[in-house]
Every structure is written in structure tokens, then in C-alpha cells.
């Protein structure tokens, strides 16, 4: 293992995700509790679900989702599905792919994956 590695390793071990939004928030060393949430926004919209959640009698494990927001990320897995499938289907083909052929799968497949990489679920109501 390289030094660099290490580096690595001791970095990751240093993130945690946002309770809320779940980006990667860093810890820092010092007093105090570790860091939650990446930001303000994150902490209030978190505490706003729970209280929803307390007044709608949910447990631990649901949520109330948008039914438009539900819809949009049904249609974007099932994209990144077909986007996995072809390239599946692409490779094992094998026999007569070119460099173009790889990579125009691999185009349509990461272009099928950003839209789930970047999303953020709107906050309810």
C-alpha cells in the first residue's frame, strides 16, 4: 500500500453523509458534537420531516414522497435499466467492437447515470 493510499483511506474514514441530503460532509477535529448535516438548510429541512412525520404517526423506515418526485425517479431508473442492458447486450458481443462501440456505450450509459448522481429530492410541500 502506497502512501497515497493511506492518505486516502484516512480521508474517507474522516466523511460521513448529510442526514438530509446525503452529500459528503467532512468532520473536522475540535470540541463539540460531529457534524450532521452539510449545511443549515439540510438541518432545518430534516427537523421540519420529523415533526411531519411524528404529526402523521410514520415510523422510523417511511416516508411521505411527492408523487411527481416518486414518478421522475421511477423514469430515470428505469433509463439507467435500458442504459445497463444495452451495454451489457454491447459487451457481450464482444466479437467485432471497436474503441467508438465501447465508448459510445459508455457515453450512454454514464449519460443514463448522471441524472440519479445528480439528483436532490425536492423538500415536501
Known sequence: MTKSDDAHRDRADERTRCRWC???VIRTA???????????RCRQWDWVSRQRAADLALGADEIVIDRHEL????????????AVEDTERDLAGGGGSTVADLRRALDWLLDSARPLRDRELSAPG
Request: proline fraction near 8%; include cysteine.
Open 22 to 24: 446525503r452529500r459528503v
Open 30 to 40: 475540535g470540541p463539540g458534537r460531529p457534524r450532521e448535516f452539510c449545511s443549515q
Open 71 to 82: 414518478d421522475r425517479l421511477h423514469d430515470d431508473l428505469y433509463v439507467l435499466a435500458c
